[in-house]
């Protein structure tokens, strides 16, 4: 098997990273945890944001806040059926709180820019 094609397969599959992370909880190694759940569903967070964010720095902050919401839960989403799940729920309502922030945003005159 090529370099190539080696590098386009996933470190684990996602269940197995489910079933890790939840490992790791229940042992009371958080920071292994996150480790585990930032690699495996990091990129789909982040997809998810971008998707309905569209600026690239935003949608990596939002994913960030999605992870920092998923520290300070991660004992109860241990018994979460879908832990990928959950996190692009919490990523969407992120999204989304920041859609309707900028929507109340007052927007400056163009004169500001001149």
Known sequence: MSAESTALQPVMSMPDAEQDARTAIHRGDEREALAILVRAFGPAVFRCCRTMIGATADAEDLMQITFLHL??????VAAQP????????????RCLDKIRADRRRPRGDADEFL
């Not at 520290?71 to 109860?76: A, E, H, I, K, N």
């Not at 879908?82 to 309502?93: D, E, P, Y």
């Open 71 to 76: 520290q300070r839960s991660l004992g109860s």
């Open 82 to 93: 879908s832990i990928k799940a959950w996190l692009l729920v919490i990523a969407r309502h």
